[in-house]
C-alpha cells in the first residue's frame, strides 16, 4: 500500500506488487474536496428527487430532508422496504430495462470516469487504448443492522460474496486486459464493510462461480485460500486497483452509516 507521487507516476516498486499480488492500493490518489465531493453533492439532488417521487406517490410517509444523506437514505430505504440501488447507479440492469429504469450519468459522475490522473494511471498500467466498461458501480450499501431483506430474509445488497470480475464476464472478454478501480466516497474501515483480496490468486485462472442468491454469482469457499486473505480499509481518496481475476469479496457492513463506493472498469 503505496502513496502516490504528484504525476501519478507508477513506481517499479507498485507495478511488481500490482503484477505479483494482483491488486494494488494508492493512498491519497484523489483529492477528496476537488474530485469526490463534487459527486456527493450531485448525489444529494438525485436523493431528493428520488425522496420527492416516492413520498408523491405515497411510498413513503416523509422526505426525511433533516437528515444527513446516510441516514435520509436508510430511512427512505426502511420506509419504502426497497433498497433504490438503480436509482444511483450509471449503468442499467442486464435485464428487464424499460424507458423509465432509472440510471444517473451526471457531470460529476462523468468526470471522475475520465479524470486525467486516472486515465494516465491506467495508460501506465495497460496501455493507451483505454476503455470504459459498463460493468461499473456505484455502491451505496445500507448497514446490516438496517438492511432491506427480501421475503426469505436474505440481506439485499449486503456483504459481497468472493468471485472474480473476469468470472462475471463473456468469455470474449477473458483475454481483455481490465482492471478494476475501486474507491470509497466516504472512509471505508473494516467495520464497514471494505473489501478483502486473496493476494496471488489471479494467477489460477478464471475460477468456477456459482449462483448466490442475490448478487449473481459467487466461488464456492471450497475452491478459495480464504485464509490468506487480506482487508483493505481505506480512507477516502485511497485507491484500490484489482487484476480482474483476483479473488475478493466485500466483508458486512456492521457500522451505523451507508458505505458509499465506486468500482469502475
Not at 513506481?11 to 493512498?27: A, C, H, M, N, P
Not at 468456477?208 to 481518496?237: N, T, Y
Amino acid at each position: 500500500m503505496i502513496t502516490s507521487n504528484a504525476m501519478s507516476r507508477l513506481s517499479d516498486t507498485q507495478l511488481s506488487k500490482f503484477d505479483d499480488e494482483g491488486y494494488l492500493v494508492i493512498r491519497d490518489f484523489f483529492d477528496p474536496a476537488t474530485d469526490l465531493d463534487p459527486i456527493i453533492a450531485e448525489y444529494d439532488g438525485v436523493l431528493d428527487r428520488l425522496a420527492e417521487r416516492l413520498f408523491a406517490a405515497g411510498e413513503i410517509k416523509s422526505t426525511y430532508a433533516d437528515f444527513d444523506f446516510s441516514e435520509r437514505l436508510i430511512r427512505i430505504c426502511e420506509d419504502s422496504g426497497k433498497i433504490h440501488a438503480q436509482s444511483f447507479d450509471f449503468t442499467l440492469p442486464q435485464r428487464s430495462i424499460q424507458a423509465d429504469t432509472p440510471i444517473w450519468t451526471g457531470p460529476a459522475v462523468f468526470n471522475i470516469l475520465r479524470h486525467p490522473r486516472l486515465l494516465d494511471l491506467m495508460e501506465e498500467v495497460i496501455g493507451p487504448e483505454i476503455y470504459s466498461n459498463p460493468i461499473q458501480h456505484g455502491r451505496l450499501k445500507l448497514p446490516e443492522s438496517r438492511a432491506i431483506r427480501d421475503a426469505e430474509g436474505n440481506i439485499l445488497q449486503g456483504a459481497t460474496p468472493w468471485h472474480q470480475d473476469n468470472g462475471v464476464t463473456q468469455p470474449e472478454a477473458d483475454e481483455t486486459d481490465m482492471i478494476t478501480v475501486w474507491f470509497p466516497l466516504w472512509d471505508a474501515p473494516i467495520e464497514s464493510g471494505c473489501l478483502e483480496v486473496i493476494p496471488r490468486s489471479h494467477r489460477q485462472g478464471v475460477i468456477d462461480h456459482c449462483p448466490v442468491v442475490w448478487s449473481g454469482f459467487g466461488i464456492p469457499d471450497k475452491l478459495l485460500e480464504k485464509q490468506r486473505a487480506v482487508s483493505l480499509p481505506m480512507a477516502r481518496g485511497d485507491l484500490l486497483l484489482l487484476h480482474r481475476r483476483t479473488c475478493h469479496s466485500s466483508l458486512p457492513n456492521l457500522s451505523d452509516r451507508v458505505r458509499w463506493s465506486f468500482d469502475l472498469r
